[in-house]
Each structure stands twice: as structure tokens, then as C-alpha cells.
């Protein structure tokens, strides 16, 4: 037997040796984790964060139950358009969340007559808009407001279900610093009704195992 040779029966019930610099399984697992736990929350902070519709203020462009992706950075480098479907703080209670479109852009003239919006004197096309006399239809003098002139840095929201929508005709202007981000896609709606649970476990349970209270057609519709 050659010296420093180490043979079969030596190495029996001995453990190899990590070779230098090499991490163990557990450590290596340990890192990918923390990294993915990072670059999620920078994701959710700074790129993309998911959002629940809770309400029908939005219909029927957005259901309750749509779970919906909001773009946070694209304000970074596109400028704001009339029609852009937002997420911002609630200017009453900035621990909520609203979702609203924009109707009007700073420095304009807006005014609202009957079901009519005015911006600049020139009536507005707005094919998804919807009325049906809900809490927030102004009897009398139904929906007549301004006009009034969009100071800097504010926008004028209001929901698409428009009888239905605590919005800028309720609480006036959106500061531009309270956006969150623009709304592009929804990937995930369910009849969040017909769950009979209010623990999320046992709501996903019941979701996994009735998949026909998903709406499978709206899975990857564009926000607009």
C-alpha cells in the first residue's frame, strides 16, 4: 500500500470533508430564500404590487373579486392620460386604498351636467360609464357640479359605475404624490361571494375545490 493512500475500508463510517469554500445544502437554501424574500418586497415596493377588488364602483370594467397586477414605475416614465385606471391612497383615510379613473388633468375645466362630463366646455366620450340610480345618483339636481378649474398636481377621479362610487365628486381632488400605480391586467378573478368562509385557508380550500366560482374568461384581461 503506497503511503497517503487512503483505501476502501479506511473510509468506512467517515464523513467526506466540504471541500474548501463549498456551502452546505442548508446554507445554500437559506440564501436563495432571503434573496427571493428580497426581491419580492423590492418588486411589491417599487415594480408591481396585487390588488383585490372589494367593491362594484369600477363595473363593469373591474368585478368584485378581480385580482388585479399595478404597474408602481410607469408614472417614472410616462406621463398621465385621462382614462388610466389608478391606485391610490384614499385622501379622507390613507391606510385605504381606492381605485378610480382619471377624469381630469391638471389645469382643466371640468364641469358635470346630468349624466354629461365637460372638460374644457367640450362633452367627454365615455363609453364605460354606467348609471343606475345607487346611493351616490344626486336626486334633483342630479350630478351637476363645477364648472371648476383642476388646480396643479391634482387630478379629478371618478368611478365607472358612476351611482356607485364615492369618488372626487364626493371628496374632491387627487393629489398626484398619493398614487400608487396604474392597474394593467387582471390575473386571477373569482365570485368572492360564494365563498362561505372568511378565513383565507379555508377560502382557498373551497376555491381549489370549485373551480367553476372562477372567472375563467377574465383571467388575463387588460385593464382599460
Known amino acids: 500500500m503506497r503511503r497517503g493512500t487512503v483505501t476502501e475500508e479506511e473510509t468506512k463510517g467517515r464523513k467526506a470533508a466540504p471541500a474548501p469554500g463549498q456551502k452546505s445544502v442548508l446554507r445554500e437554501y437559506a440564501e436563495a ?27 363593469p370594467t373591474l368585478q368584485i373579486g378581480d385580482h388585479i397586477l399595478v404597474n408602481k414605475f410607469i408614472y417614472s416614465f410616462a406621463s398621465l ?96 404624490q398619493k398614487i400608487k400605480g396604474k392597474a394593467f391586467i387582471v390575473y386571477f378573478s373569482i365570485r368572492s361571494e360564494d365563498i362561505p368562509y372568511a378565513s383565507i385557508p379555508q377560502g382557498v380550500v373551497y376555491v381549489v375545490t370549485h373551480p367553476s366560482i372562477i372567472r375563467w374568461t377574465r383571467l388575463g384581461t387588460l385593464v382599460q
Do not use: C
Open 33 to 59: 430564500l432571503i434573496i427571493a424574500v428580497l426581491l419580492a418586497l423590492v418588486i411589491r415596493s417599487f415594480v408591481v404590487q396585487a390588488f383585490k377588488i372589494p367593491s362594484g364602483s369600477m363595473l
Open 81 to 176: 392620460k385621462r382614462g388610466d385606471i389608478i391606485v391610490f391612497k384614499f385622501p379622507q383615510d390613507e391606510t385605504r386604498d381606492f381605485i378610480k379613473r382619471v377624469i381630469g388633468l391638471p389645469g382643466e375645466t371640468l364641469e358635470i351636467r346630468g349624466r354629461q362630463v365637460l372638460i374644457n366646455g367640450v362633452p367627454l366620450s365615455e363609453p364605460y360609464a354606467v348609471y343606475a340610480d345607487g346611493p351616490f345618483a344626486r336626486a334633483g339636481d342630479r350630478d351637476r357640479l363645477g364648472p371648476l378649474v383642476i388646480p396643479p398636481g391634482k387630478l379629478f377621479m371618478m368611478g365607472d359605475n358612476r351611482d356607485h362610487s364615492m369618488d372626487s365628486r364626493v371628496w374632491g381632488f387627487l393629489d398626484i
